[in-house]
């Protein structure tokens, strides 16, 4: 269980979050909408410690992990994939999916582990040896789903994986997320992708201008006026 | 005319093969910790004279002095990346800030390390002989230092390659510098990333010091020419590209070797046509993206 309590954020004097508390529950999808520069990248980033907090505090199963270092968010289960995949492009698909066990203790298991996300991408096993910046889009995206599996994750933080992506592919994205939510894992997704993402997550906030105005089920927010004219263009 | 491309090729080798270690270790500092290392050829000075000092002092194999000298010539570089490269990371947010700062920084490191030495070992040119005796090879004669030399610095570079492309550390540096902020949320410690890469670099350029003194004299002026060498080569590789400066540093080898038989004295002046010309063609170097 994720649990965000009044996250306030500024960079330099400017303020960029207002009190944001957001929950999701364990193998809950939980989509986070908003327009460029709602502030959607700034709340992942204030959750996982990667930019501090002015105040506020961010909690997954009982421990506080904004204060946390990238190695223990990794160790304690959690998996971040940053706006725009960030793969290492001179490095192998292989190499890539190793690079999501680098925490010591995780690299030593990472056969079984590498062996676990061939099974969930089998198109990843078979181009191994590939060149990650030499894949196309939606390949790369998949490999950095996959990175982010490589350590096992009971909870993920997805930054826009639908971005620049084919329509197509991003049925197969979304296919793979929805797979995350049979196996427990909990997700925390930022789209603009409104109506598909909503028909994928269980519930939903909308963020503007740094606030969360709305949230509730996706059900319920597929039905609101304010969202159907604002996000749905309906 | 054989026998003369023989020596030639062999020649080019053996430079290019010291030009590929102090390349290698150049584009670790430029390529992961972003600094533009004007110090870097007196670590190639104290390496050579380490080697002199212990070898004539004490009698020590010049061979032994590259596991001697290997670890604090590292610790060193990791020491001075620790104490001054990381503040001024701290203070200078900007990285194209950092890097211009981070290179003055050097230049100063430049003088005093070479002052030291100067303090020390003096001005003139030192020399011992090792393994100077000639042996044969398909019918060229070159002395065994030489071809020592040339092997080593191949076994060192391909040691050096491998470990970058197969032990955790290596793949941690790989990430580093394709993309030092991803790197991070992987739990990669880019501090002591960039401070081991520094060290290495250091490190490298030490192990090229310690192979040169057993074929030439050495002199305490002698880091800024290979400086300038390593730099060529760096760019001429594609900044930071691993694989570019060791294919770099025996091609530039190679060439030098070929214009030294021609005329000595245009070797450097080559070099600089060559880099000119090639960034016109590929502005990036040859790996270069
Ligand atoms: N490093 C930064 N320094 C200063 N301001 C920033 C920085 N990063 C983001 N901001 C500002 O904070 C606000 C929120 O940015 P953020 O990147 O979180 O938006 P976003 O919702 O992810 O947008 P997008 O959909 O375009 O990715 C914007 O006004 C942005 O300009
Ligand atoms: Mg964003």
Redo the contacts between chains.
């Keep these: 269980m994720l649990k965000v309590k009044g996250l306030n954020v500024a960079y330099g004097g400017v303020q960029a979050l207002w009190d944001v508390s957001i929950e999701a529950g364990e193998g809950e999808i939980v989509a986070l909408l908003g327009a460029n520069g709602a502030g959607k990248t700034t709340l992942l980033n204030a959750i996982t410690g990667v930019i501090p907090a002015l105040s506020g505090e961010a909690e997954f199963e009982g421990r506080r992990i904004d204060g946390m270092k990238s190695a223990e968010l990794t160790e304690w289960g959690i998996a971040y994939l940053p706006e725009g995949g960030r793969l290492f492009p001179d490095m192998t698909i292989r190499e890539n999916l190793e690079m999501g066990a680098f925490p010591r203790r995780m690299w030593r298991e990472r056969a079984k582990r590498l062996r676990d996300v061939y099974a969930m991408f089998p198109k990843l096993r078979e181009r191994e040896k590939q060149l990650a910046r030499t894949m196309s889009g939606g390949e790369q995206q998949m490999l950095a789903m996959g990175r982010g599996m490589m350590s096992n994750p009971r909870l993920c933080l997805f930054d826009e994986l639908s971005y620049g992506l084919a329509p197509i592919m991003v049925d197969e994205v979304f296919g793979i997320v929805r797979s995350l939510r049979e196996r427990g894992i909990t997700v925390l997704m930022v789209e603009q992708n409104a109506y598909q993402t909503l028909e994928l997550a269980d519930r939903a906030y909308v963020l503007e201008n740094g606030r969360v105005t709305l949230g509730g089920t996706s059900a319920e927010l597929l039905g609101d006026d304010y969202v159907r004219k604002s996000y749905l263009g309906l | 005319m054989l026998l003369t491309v023989l020596n030639v090729v062999v020649g080019g080798l053996i430079m290019g093969g010291i030009y590929a270690l102090i390349s290698m270790g150049l584009s670790m500092q430029y390529g992961v910790a972003r600094i533009l290392n004007v110090s870097h050829g007196e670590f190639i000075m104290l390496g050579a004279f380490f080697t002199w000092a212990l070898h004539t002092a004490a009698g020590i194999n010049p061979l032994l002095c590259v596991a001697i000298c290997a670890p604090p010539i590292f610790l060193l570089g990791f020491a001075l990346h620790r104490t001054i490269y990381k503040r001024l990371r701290d203070v200078t947010r900007v990285s194209g800030l950092f890097e211009g700062n981070a290179m003055l920084v050097s230049f100063g490191l430049m003088f005093v390390i070479k002052n030291i030495a100067l303090m020390r070992w003096g001005s003139s040119p030192k020399g011992y002989s090792f393994m100077a005796y000639s042996v044969e090879f398909g019918g060229a004669v070159f002395s065994a230092n030489r071809l020592l030399v040339l092997a080593f610095a191949v076994c060192v570079s391909a040691a050096f390659y491998v470990f970058l492309n197969r032990s955790?550390l290596g793949?941690?540096i790989?990430?580093a510098s394709?993309?030092a902020?991803?790197?991070?949320?992987?739990?990669?410690k880019i501090n002591r990333v960039m401070a081991i890469c520094f060290g290495i670099g250091a490190l490298l350029a030490g192990i090229a010091g310690v192979l040169l003194s057993m074929i030439y004299q050495i002199n305490t002026a002698m880091g800024m020419n290979y400086t300038i060498i390593a730099i060529i080569v760096v760019v001429l590789g594609g900044l930071g590209s691993i694989p570019g400066s060791l294919i770099g540093g025996f091609a530039l080898g190679l060439i030098g070797s070929v214009v030294a038989y021609i005329e000595p004295s245009l070797q450097l002046v080559a070099y600089y046509v060559i880099i000119m010309a090639l960034l016109l063609v590929r502005p990036k170097g040859i790996l270069g993206r």
Excluded at chain 2, 181 to 188: K, P, V
């Design positions: 955790r793949k941690a790989r990430a394709q993309d902020q991803a790197a991070a949320l992987f739990g990669i």
